[in-house]
């Protein structure tokens, strides 16, 4: 019995959590969108209504979509997500939703990976730095092997944050395709 209880624990996918926004069919659109995302376990996209405030002190709402409680992008009207979940059967908008999660997804992978090759570069920068700065000592054959070897690791970092932007660029516009909700959203 508890092997069953584990199997259907292990059907669910990501969690919707649709917020401050009314829309038809909100759990059949939340069943659909965790067969959509069956793959991510305990990943969750939320999307709420927020109040925007003006500079001249009115107001507006704006559709809200944060991937595992961060932010990622947004709609600039509440009533485009509506128009939108309106026009479009629940299985519609989840696969749109499922869409946008994985925007998300994306995004904190790319996020981490410039962020690892940042601290690397940032660690090959200071030791460029104590070797340049070393570099009339006695011992200036080893320190100009550290120099070009700095210099090379760097261009390397250089290259791999290149290829990381360029294919998060690509498969952002795999994911996004043709959906008019993921094409809409501006992202963080």
Same mark, same amino acid.
């Given at each position: 019995?508890?092997? #069953?209880?584990?199997?259907?624990?292990?059907?669910?996918? #990501?969690?919707?959590?649709?917020?401050?926004?009314?829309?038809?069919?909100?759990?059949?659109? *939340?069943?659909?969108?965790?067969?959509?995302?069956?793959?991510?376990?305990?990943?969750?996209?939320?999307?709420?209504?927020?109040?925007?405030? &003006?500079?001249?002190?009115?107001?507006?709402?704006?559709?809200?979509?944060?991937?595992?409680?961060?932010?990622?992008?947004?709609?600039?009207?509440?009533?485009?997500?509506?128009?939108?979940?309106?026009?479009?059967?629940?299985?519609?908008?989840?696969?749109?939703?499922?869409?946008?999660?994985?925007?998300?997804? +994306?995004?904190?992978?790319?996020?981490?990976?410039?962020?690892?090759?940042?601290?690397?570069?940032? *660690?090959?920068?200071? +030791?460029?730095?104590?070797?340049?700065?070393?570099?009339? *000592?006695?011992?200036?054959?080893?320190?100009?092997?550290?120099?070009?070897?700095?210099?090379? &690791?760097?261009?390397?970092?250089?290259?791999?944050? #290149?290829?990381?932007?360029? &294919?998060?660029?690509?498969?952002?516009?795999?994911?996004?395709?043709?959906?008019?909700?993921?094409?809409?959203?501006?992202?963080?």
């Amino acid at each position: 019995m508890l092997t #069953a209880i584990n199997n259907q624990q292990q059907s669910f996918g #990501a969690k919707l959590n649709i917020k401050n926004i009314n829309i038809p069919h909100k759990e059949e659109i *939340s069943k659909e969108f965790a067969a959509i995302t069956k793959h991510y376990k305990e990943d969750t996209l939320d999307v709420s209504a927020e109040l925007i405030f &003006r500079d001249d002190d009115s107001t507006f709402k704006n559709t809200n979509f944060a991937c595992n409680g961060k932010d990622m992008g947004f709609l600039t009207e509440l009533k485009d997500f509506k128009n939108f979940c309106k026009d479009r059967s629940p299985k519609e908008i989840a696969k749109s939703l499922g869409r946008v999660f994985k925007l998300g997804k +994306l995004g904190e992978k790319t996020s981490k990976e410039r962020s690892n090759i940042h601290k690397n570069m940032s *660690s090959v920068n200071g +030791l460029l730095i104590k070797a340049q700065f070393n570099q009339g *000592s006695s011992n200036s054959k080893v320190l100009n092997n550290i120099i070009s070897n700095a210099e090379a &690791r760097l261009a390397t970092l250089k290259t791999q944050l #290149a290829a990381t932007q360029e &294919r998060h660029l690509n498969l952002t516009n795999k994911i996004k395709g043709n959906d008019e909700l993921a094409n809409a959203i501006e992202l963080d």
